[in-house]
C-alpha cells in the first residue's frame, strides 16, 4: 500500500495567516493527490484534486502543489471557518490511502 | 441533487456483523464506484474499500480482508458493506463516498453512519 506521511500533525494560527501543509508518498503519485477539510461533526469535503485544481465552490485562498512524492496545500490569508483538520489522499492506486490529517487550529 | 444516503446508527455486539447500506440518487449509479471509509473516535479517516456497482467487482484494505463484504443493487441504486467479526476497534463513523472518475477524488459523500461496538 502507499503510506501517505502529513505534516505536522497540528498547527496554531491567526485570522489572516498564510499556512502550508505538506503530505508525503511512500512511493510517486505523479500528481494524484487530494485534499480535503473536515469540521468536527462534519463529513470530508473535498477542496483540490489532482494535486491542484481546486473543486468548484472552494475559495481561491486555498492552492495545491507538488507532483511525484511531495505535495503542499497552501491556505492564504486564513479565515475562521478554515479552521479545521485537513486530509490528503493518493487517488494513484485503487487503495486510496489518506494522510493521518493536520488539525489547523486558532 | 446528488447525494448519498446511509442506513442509521446502531449498537452491535462483539463478535456480530453490521450491514450498512448507501443509496445513490440524482446521478446514474452505475457510472461511479462507491468507496468506504471509516473514522475512529477522535482519529483520522481510514479507508477500506471500493465497489464497481455495476460489475460488482470489490477491491478491500488488507487488514480488513476476510470481513468486509461490498455489494450493490442497481435496482435500488444501493451499496451495501457488511462488516463481521466485530470488535471495539471497530467503533466507528462509516462513510460511503463517490468516486467521480473525471477529479479521481471522492466528490459526494454519505452523511456518515455510527457504529459502536459493545457487549
Known amino acids: 500500500d502507499i503510506q501517505m506521511t502529513q505534516s505536522p500533525s497540528s498547527l496554531s494560527a491567526s485570522v489572516g495567516d498564510r499556512i502550508s501543509i505538506t503530505c508525503r508518498a511512500s512511493?510517486?503519485?505523479?500528481?494524484?493527490l487530494n485534499w480535503y477539510q473536515q469540521k468536527p461533526g462534519k463529513v470530508p469535503k473535498l477542496l483540490i484534486y489532482g494535486a491542484s485544481s481546486l473543486q468548484s465552490g472552494v475559495p481561491s485562498r486555498f492552492s495545491g502543489s507538488g507532483s511525484g512524492i511531495d505535495f503542499t496545500l497552501t491556505i492564504s490569508n486564513l479565515q475562521p471557518e478554515d479552521f479545521a483538520t485537513y486530509y490528503c489522499?493518493?487517488?494513484?492506486?485503487?487503495?486510496?490511502?489518506f494522510g493521518q490529517g493536520t488539525k489547523v487550529e486558532i | 441533487q446528488v447525494q448519498l444516503v446511509q442506513s442509521g446508527a446502531g449498537v452491535n455486539k462483539p463478535g456480530a456483523s453490521v450491514n450498512i447500506s448507501c443509496q445513490a440518487s440524482?446521478?446514474?449509479?452505475?457510472?461511479?464506484?462507491i468507496h468506504w471509509v471509516r473514522q475512529t473516535p477522535g482519529q483520522g479517516l481510514e479507508w477500506m474499500g471500493i465497489?464497481?456497482?455495476?460489475?460488482?467487482?470489490?477491491s478491500y484494505a488488507e487488514k480488513l480482508q476476510g470481513r468486509l463484504t461490498l455489494t450493490s443493487d442497481t435496482s435500488t441504486s444501493t451499496v451495501y458493506m457488511e462488516l463481521s467479526s466485530l470488535t471495539s476497534e471497530d467503533t466507528a463513523m462509516y462513510y460511503c463516498a463517490r468516486d467521480d472518475h473525471k477529479l479521481w477524488a471522492f466528490d459526494i459523500w454519505g452523511q456518515g453512519t455510527m457504529v459502536s461496538v459493545s457487549s
Open positions: 489522499q493518493q487517488s494513484y492506486s485503487t487503495l486510496r490511502t
Open positions: 465497489i464497481n456497482p455495476i460489475a460488482g467487482i470489490t
Open positions: 440524482g446521478y446514474p449509479f452505475t457510472r461511479y464506484y
Open positions: 512511493q510517486s503519485i505523479n500528481t494524484f
